[in-house]
C-alpha cells in the first residue's frame, strides 16, 4: 500500500480508507510485527511544531490516521480529497477483528469506574474478545506497566492517556513489545463506558463533533481556542511549502 504521501504542516498524514487502515494493522499483528497507530488531529500538529520529540513520534509511527475536521481541511487545502476516519470509529472496527482473528487485547486509560465499565460494555458487545489486560491510566510509573504487558502480550493495545502521553508511552513500548498493534485512543473509553455521550450523528455528518463535545465539556474550549483557527491559518499560509 501507497503510504505518508501526504504532509501537514511537515506532519506526515496517510490517505486512506478505514478499511485499508484496519487491513494493514490486521497484517501487522498477523505478521507479528509492531505497529503504532495515531489518529493524528490539529491538537497534535500544532503540538508538534514546538515540542521536536512528539514531531519526531509522528515521523516515525506506522499510520498516521486523518482524525479531526481540522485535518480534513487541510488536506482539502492540498486537494487532497481524504475523509476523516474517527478514531473511535477504527478503535471499534479493530476490537470486532481482534474478536473475529482472537487476538490478545490490552485495554489502559481513563479512570478507574470508567474502564471497568467500558470492559464490561466491550464484551457484552464482542462476547469473544481475548481482554489479556487492562487498568486504568492514572499511574506513574511506565515501565513498571510496559512489564506488565510484556508478560501478557497484548496483540492489539488501545492505549487512552491523552495526546501527548499515549503516544511517549507508545514510542516506549514499541521496542520492548512484539506483534503488538498499539492504538491511541484519547477519550474513547469515556465513551465506551457510556459516561460521555457520542455526538448524534447529525454532528459528526457536519463535522461539528468538536462543538458537541466542547458543549457537553465546556472546559475543552480552552483547547480547541486559539488551536484550530491557528491551525488553519498556518495550513492557508503553508500550502505550497508543506
Ligand atoms: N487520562 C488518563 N491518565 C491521565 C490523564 C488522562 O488515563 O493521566 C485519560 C482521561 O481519563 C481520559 C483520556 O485520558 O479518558 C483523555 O481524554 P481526552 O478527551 O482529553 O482526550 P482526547 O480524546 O481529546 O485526546
New binding site residues.
Partial sequence: MEKRNVTVLKCPVDILSLDEALSCTVNAVKNNQNFHVITINPEMIMNAQKNSDFFEIIKNSDLNIPDGVGVEIALKLKKVGQQRIRGIDFSRELLKSASENGFRVALV???ED?IQKAKENILAKYPDLNIVYSR???FSNDDEIINELKNTKPQILLL????P?QEEFIAKAKNQLSGCAMVGV??S??VFSGIVKESPVIFRKLGLEWLYRTALQPERIKRIFPVLPIFLLKCIMNTDKD
Fill in positions: 486509560g481513563a479512570k470508567v486504568n491510566g492514572y487512552g492517556l491523552g495526546s502521553a484519547g477519550g473509553f469515556d
